[in-house]
């Protein structure tokens, strides 16, 4: 069973998936090492019939350095942009060197200082084309990054298809949602009657012994004048 990472590309609507695709829509991309190697092999050739045919870098060279750079840039992958992107000084330094070295070598005679230009020499020859296409392939680059974005994509199940929620999920959740509010209120009303404090009952104020003596004195008047209201109607009921 293969995943979704190893599965080739497909197209869709005539055009390759966005980070497949070269700077062409059409055009399936090649990886960053591929296209890393063919640049390095466009700049060794060029660099080893331009020794053998002036003895320095000149235009074989030049041809050859800006074509595989800007065509590695632009065949390549867009997931493996950065590599092309920054190797053309890298490229420069470690390809001229190597097939000046390897093509016949500084001359065996000289001194030092002489051996050390015959391999330094070519590096310096090359470095306005190497400023030239490092512009290049790096506006290429960015136009690329601009222009081929990926889309914004939701991760789906195997079938492509978002899978609809479990009823009994929801149920479940449901219930303990409910027995979550329950016990949360539970718990808040029993801490908020704990954290309050308990009701002092409310002191007995002891009256005045003078206030209790006006009291008895009043309410004996009272008494009295009753009484004799209720005496003068019973005299006059029995006259």
Not at 9 to 17: D, F, I
Not at 49 to 77: E, N
Request: proline letters at 8%; one cysteine or more.
């Amino acid at each position: 069973m293969t995943s979704a990472a190893t599965d080739p590309p497909v197209k869709t609507g005539g055009l390759w998936p966005v980070l497949e695709r070269s700077i062409i829509g059409t055009v399936l991309g090649i990886p960053a090492v591929a296209a890393i190697g063919i640049a390095a092999a466009f700049t060794a050739l060029g660099v080893f019939i331009d020794l053998q045919r002036v003895g320095t870098l000149g235009s074989i060279f030049k041809i050859c350095y800006f074509t595989g750079c800007v065509l590695a840039i632009a065949w390549v992958r867009r997931r493996g942009l950065f590599g092309p992107m920054v190797q053309p000084p890298l490229l420069l330094a470690v390809t001229v060197p190597a097939v000046v070295l390897f093509g016949g070598g500084p001359p065996t005679g000289g001194r030092f200082s002489e051996q050390m230009l015959f391999v330094v020499l070519p590096l310096i020859n090359g470095f306005p084309t190497m400023a030239v296409t490092t512009l290049a392939t790096v506006g290429i680059a960015v136009f690329r990054y601009l222009t081929q974005r990926p889309p914004a994509r939701t991760r789906l199940g195997k079938s492509g298809a978002a899978k609809p929620p479990d009823k009994g999920g929801g149920k479940g959740s449901g219930s303990a949602k409910g027995s979550g509010k329950g016990s949360g209120k539970g718990s808040g009303k029993g801490a908020a009657s704990a954290s309050r404090p308990a009701r002092r009952p409310p002191r007995r104020t002891i009256p005045d012994r003078g206030a209790q003596r006006m009291m008895c004195h009043t309410s004996a008047g009272v008494a009295r004048r009753r009484g004799a209201r209720i005496g003068s109607v019973a005299d006059a009921g029995r006259a």
